[in-house]
Nanobody
Framework: VQLQASGGGLVQAGGSLGLSCRTS????????MGWYRQAAGAQRELVAR???????NYADFVKGRFIISREDAKNTVNLQMNSLKPEDTAVYFC?????????WGQGTLVTVSS
């Protein structure tokens, strides 16, 4: 199972950016899909996750600004990030859970300039 994330980059504060992550390989039914992030010198933290039911969880610091979605036919999870702040600067990692096993993408850098 491989996860390929795309969409990171540099954006000004207040701007928007979209991330996408596609899962490939020996993929069966994907359960939870999500995004985490890790800023320099900090621990990795949950940003948002979406269950196969469509239910979602968001970290408080992104509620109302970020939207997570999934396209099961494409084994893809997306993260639309709006009203970005400099403190959103981090490496963003996608993850999926397949048969109780967690898989991670390689990370994509998001830099928000003030």
């Amino acid at each position: 199972v491989q996860l390929q994330a795309s969409g990171g980059g540099l954006v000004q504060a207040g701007g928007s950016l979209g991330l996408s992550c596609r899962t490939s390989g020996n993929v069966f039914s994907i359960g939870v899909m999500g995004w985490y992030r890790q800023a320099a010198g900090a621990q990795r933290e949950l940003v948002a996750r979406i269950y196969s039911s469509g239910d979602t969880n968001y970290a408080d610091f992104v509620k109302g600004r970020f939207i997570i979605s999934r396209e099961d036919a494409k084994n893809t999870v997306n993260l639309q990030m709006n009203s970005l702040k400099p403190e959103d600067t981090a490496v963003y990692f996608c993850m999926v859970v397949i048969r109780s096993q967690t898989y991670w993408g390689q990370g994509t850098l998001v830099t928000v300039s003030s």
